[in-house]
């Protein structure tokens, strides 16, 4: 990652105190891969007005950059650390990243407007993994490996890297000798983040993530602060464990400095506890990933939620003292299994209707991700964060209905 070695004088933050809330421009940045002209120009623009303030407010607290473009505006959203939600949402397998990684070497010699065909781009794929010598390739004649490909092409459709122009009336997915055409944008070279360091040597996640902060002290001065507001701005919740000593002692003593600032800049509100930080907004149900949202997924994980606190309680669970619990995953897996049965109406068609074991996998998936569990092994480790998206349900003339209630009580700071 590269950002700006500038800092602004006192005189400057003094004059720009009172500047007006980033919330819109930073709720588009923040929930979506970038802004593109072509797509939605009015935001563009927007974002392009007031990128100084971006910019010098996302220097200030999380030190990622703003990538301004004459096509799209993008925020690196660089990471405190390597979290398995922060992968793509639909990808499920090595091999998606792997053909998105080869896909963005194919069109990286193509510009905009330029057309290919997916005969052309599978051959491509196969020959490159080939000779790349990898662990990883493709089978074409496998239908999970055309499966890895058709989310790795609605991917860079959805972010506006290829499009979809022409195609058989057969799916690629079901027939192996089905085609398709489609047109480069010329946006395939800024769809990875850009580095200041040689990446070569690196061989995981973390890698990345020290090499940013190379020769600087990870529990002083701007890197912990830059930390705790990327905890804050990208991660669900965090909980003290993953918070480093310099970490936890900057919340300990500015985490009103913290709520301010978040609050009046782009009024996220702040959730400071003893074990547990996080932000959230009013307005999550206009964005897909926030939680809850407007899925179905998100209803569920809400029941579950309130099966568990349930759980506890009447089994007399103890708590520790970070304000986790665990269970057997056998335990959990049978609370899924008896919601589905008993509360029918709250599973939609997909969920009533697909093997248990499908519907245990996506669960999760999600619940991990929106950071309420952790598996390990055949333990499920239960976050406090629980305690805080529940389902209440309610009886009404014609149906019940679930309704988020905020019951938790957490240990204050």
Known sequence: ?????????????????????????????????????????????????????????????????????????????????????????????????????????????????????LSELIEYIKNTAITLKLDHIPNWDNAIDRRSLIRVLDYLIGINVIFLRDQDNKSFQEHIEADALYEATGLANYVIPSFDFEIYDCKTPEDFLDLEWKDQDFEKGEVRKYKVYRHLLYAPATTKDELTRGEEDYVKHLHKMIEKELQEKINFEVEITKNMCMTFTDEYAVQKEYFPNTKNMSDLILLINKTLKDYRQNKNIE?????????????????????????????????????????????????????????????VIVYPLVDRFIAKLTQQKQAEHLQLTNEGEFDEL
């Open 319 to 379: 708590i520790r003292e970070d304000e986790t619990f665990t269970l057997s995953r056998s335990e959990f897996d049978e609370m899924i299994r008896s919601a589905r049965e008993e509360k029918t109406e709250y599973f939609s068609k997909k969920y009533t209707d697909i093997p248990l074991n499908k519907l245990l996998e996506e669960i999760y998936t999600a619940m991990e991700a929106y950071h309420f569990i952790m598996i390990k092994g055949e333990t």
């Open 1 to 117: 990652m590269v950002y700006s070695k500038w800092k602004p004088s006192k005189s400057y933050l003094e004059d720009n105190m009172e500047e007006v809330s980033l919330e819109k421009e930073m709720n588009l940045l923040l929930n979506n891969f970038w802004i593109t002209k072509e797509e939605n120009k009015e935001d563009y623009y927007l974002l392009k007005k007031n990128q100084d303030k971006i910019r010098e407010f996302m220097h200030r607290t999380a030190g990622n950059k703003l990538i301004v473009h004459d096509r799209f505006i993008k925020l690196e959203k660089i990471p405190a650390n390597a979290r398995k939600e922060y992968s793509i949402n639909d990808f499920t397998k090595v091999l998606d990243y792997v053909i998105l990684f080869i896909m963005l070497i194919y069109l990286e010699e193509k510009t905009r407007g330029d057309k290919f065909i």
